[in-house]
């Protein structure tokens, strides 16, 4: 944990080295980044959810149904 913080802190010193245009740059690409990673990540929960509908094991119905299924 004390190295993980020590290499976040490294990376805070460096941002704060450059000058304020280069940091909102970089805030800029950080947060295109992230976006494109819960947008891959989106993806691949969709691919499996589908692949595991395709392979029959998801139903469909309604909470009435599920409480029923839950009684058996």
Do not use: C
């Not at 740059?25 to 494109?36: E, G, M």
């Amino acid at each position: 944990m004390l190295e993980r913080t020590s290499t976040f802190q490294k990376a805070i010193e460096a941002v704060e080295a450059l000058d304020p245009e280069a940091q909102a740059i970089l805030v800029d690409i950080i947060q295109k980044r992230l976006k494109q990673q819960r947008r891959d990540d989106l993806l691949k929960e969709i691919a499996q959810a589908e692949n595991d509908y395709a392979q029959g094991n998801v139903r469909r119905g309604s909470v009435a149904d599920l409480m029923a299924e839950l009684d058996e």
